[in-house]
């Protein structure tokens, strides 16, 4: 267990509609990243957020938007859904971000299913 | 750009054999480099990296990996493999490009051990 909670672990929905996921980081992390995982894209950053504040964004696309609340728990919010977005969604923490050899411990993810 | 390959999609190997599951890497300045394994089902366990020193990195369950800098590889090992270690490996790299500490996953190995 890496102490990264993430709920829900299921999530069936309809195209068009919107979800939140949510990640709850291991006691004590600044940071929270988001990855996406599918079968056709492979494991995909998406976006990094350090005690509330957005660091960096990798392939998140503008339907999709995430938010990390002063507990330090994030949200990723995705909208107008599509067949495509059916994946795997990983949340990871890290202590900081100021160095790179820091390591992430991964949640057990959000499998979304789009109907 | 950083990017970071593991060439093999799947490797087979009999229980009790030594394993290798490839990753080499590019990226500019020193490399941190990454091994993660996933279940089935499961998010990613973290099992070891590389940051600096002994070219030969101890993890977890009996996992090593030798960093090679003039061959840019970062491969990882185990002397005698388990029925429970097959599983999906990931490598990943991080570069010391400021403001960015996302990981570069790799497209991952499945590594199946055969009883």
């Known amino acids: 267990d890496s102490g990264v909670t993430q709920t829900p672990k299921h999530l069936i929905t309809a195209t068009g509609q919107r979800v939140t996921l949510r990640c709850s980081p291991r006691?004590?992390?600044?940071?929270v990243y988001w990855y996406q995982q599918s079968l056709d894209q492979g494991l995909q950053f998406l976006i990094q957020?350090?005690?509330?504040?957005?660091?960096a964004k990798g392939n998140i696309l503008e339907r999709f938007s995430a938010q990390q609340f002063p507990d330090l728990h994030s949200e990723l919010n995705l909208s107008s859904l599509e067949l495509g977005d059916s994946a795997l969604y990983f949340c990871?923490?890290?202590?900081?971000?100021?160095?790179?050899?820091?390591?992430?411990?991964f949640g057990p993810g959000t499998r979304l299913t789009v109907l | 750009a950083q990017s970071v390959a593991q060439p093999e999609d799947q490797v087979n190997v009999a229980e009790g054999n030594p394993l290798t599951v490839k990753c080499t890497y590019s990226?500019?300045?020193?490399?941190?480099l990454f091994w993660y394994v996933q279940y089935p089902n499961r998010g990613l366990q973290f099992l070891l990296k590389y940051i600096t020193g002994d070219n030969l990195v101890k993890g977890s369950y009996g996992f090593e990996a030798e960093f090679n800098k003039s061959q840019t590889s970062f491969h990882l090992k185990k002397p005698s493999a388990l029925v429970s270690d097959s599983a999906l490996y990931f490598c990943a790299v991080r570069g010391p490009t400021s403001g960015t500490y996302k990981y570069i996953f790799g497209t991952g190995t499945r590594l199946k051990v055969l009883a």
């Open positions: 990226v500019s300045g020193n490399p941190y």
């Open positions: 957020y350090y005690n509330g504040e957005e660091r």
């Open positions: 006691s004590g992390d600044l940071s």
């Open positions: 990871a923490s890290s202590a900081g971000v100021s160095t790179a050899e820091d390591t992430q411990y």
